[in-house]
C-alpha cells in the first residue's frame, strides 16, 4: 500500500513532512521531550490504499468507452453494496460517454469539424471520471478495510507502489470483453531460472470452489469468458523439479470488465 501521510486529518507533502520533522528536530533536543517527539512522527504516517483510473486520454476511444461504461454501470449497480450515498456525477458522467460516441460517428461520417468536437467530448468525459476516481477514493479512505473492494468494484484499479522487485502475481484486465490477464514472477533456484509450470485458478464465490485455468509453461495466461462485474479471485502456484510444489499464492480479486 502506497504511504501517504496525515496531520490533523490533511494530506501532507514530503517537503512538509520534511519541514515538520526539522521543526519538531530543533525542539526535541530536550530528552523529556524525545517520546513525545517520536509518538507524533509515527502518528503522521498512515498507509493508504487508493485507487486509479488505469486509463487515460492516449487510450484508444473504443476501449475509453468500453472502460467509461464500465465505471457507470459498475457505480449504478452497486453490486458490492458499497456506493449507498451515490456519485453526484454518475448522470451527467453517461451523458458525456454518449456525447462522445456521436462525436466519433460524426467523425466516422466525414462532418466537418468533428475531429476538434470529438476531442473536447473525450475531454469531458475524463472530467467525470475523474471526479469520479475521487468519489472511490474518499470512500476507500474512509473504509481502508474495504478499500480494494471499494476500488476494483467499480472496475478501477488498485494504485500499487512501484518497487524494484517483481510482484509475484499480478491481475488485471484484458482489452476483450470477460478477458483477465494474469502474471506471476518467473521461478527461480539459487539466483537461476528453471523450467517450471504455473497452475492457475479462480473462484466467483468467495473461494469456496475454484476452476482450473490451463496450466502453463510460462509465467503468465489469459483468463477467458469470465463473467463481467461479477467478483473474481485468481490465485497460481508453481511447479519444477528443483524447487517442488509451491503453496498457493494468496487469492487477488478483480471485476472483469
Known amino acids: 500500500m502506497k504511504k501517504i501521510y496525515t496531520y490533523i ?6 517537503k512538509e513532512i520534511r519541514d515538520l520533522q526539522k ?16 509518538i507524533l512522527l509515527a502518528a503522521v504516517s ?36 458499497y456506493y449507498t450515498v451515490p456519485f453526484a456525477n454518475l448522470a451527467a458522467l453517461l451523458t458525456a460517454i454518449d456525447d462522445f460516441e456521436t462525436e466519433i460517428a460524426n467523425m466516422d461520417a466525414g462532418v466537418l469539424g468533428t475531429p476538434g468536437a470529438k476531442n473536447v467530448a473525450k475531454r469531458k468525459v475524463m472530467k467525470y471520471l475523474k471526479k469520479a476516481l475521487n468519489y472511490i477514493n474518499d470512500l476507500a479512505f474512509d473504509q481502508q478495510l474495504n478499500s480494494v473492494e471499494i476500488i476494483t468494484g467499480s472496475t478501477m484499479l488498485v494504485n500499487m507502489p512501484i518497487t524494484k522487485d517483481k510482484q509475484d502475481f499480478s491481475v488485471k484486465h ?23 509450470s504455473y497452475e492457475w485458478q479462480f473462484s466467483i464465490d468467495d473461494g469456496r470452489t475454484w476452476e482450473n485455468l490451463p496450466v502453463t509453461t510460462i509465467a503468465k495466461t489469459v483468463a477467458e469468458a469470465m463473467l463481467p462485474g461479477i467478483a473474481t479471485i485468481f490465485r497460481k502456484r508453481t511447479s519444477s523439479v528443483k524447487t517442488g510444489l509451491s503453496p498457493w499464492c494468496d487469492p487477488m480479486m478483480i471485476y472483469p470488465y
Open 9 to 14: 486529518g490533511k494530506p501532507m507533502s514530503k
Open 23 to 38: 521543526n519538531l528536530i530543533m525542539q526535541s533536543f530536550n530528552p523529556h521531550t524525545a517520546s513525545g517527539f517520536m
Open 46 to 81: 498512515l498507509p493508504v490504499t487508493k485507487g486509479k483510473l488505469g486509463f487515460g486520454l492516449l487510450t484508444a476511444d473504443g476501449d475509453f468507452i468500453r472502460k467509461s461504461k464500465a465505471i457507470h454501470a459498475a457505480l449504478l449497480a452497486d453490486a458490492g453494496g
Open 174 to 196: 484484458g482489452l476483450s470483453t470477460g478477458e483477465v490477464l494474469l502474471a506471476a514472477k518467473a521461478v527461480k533456484f539459487n539466483g537461476k531460472y528453471v523450467t517450471s
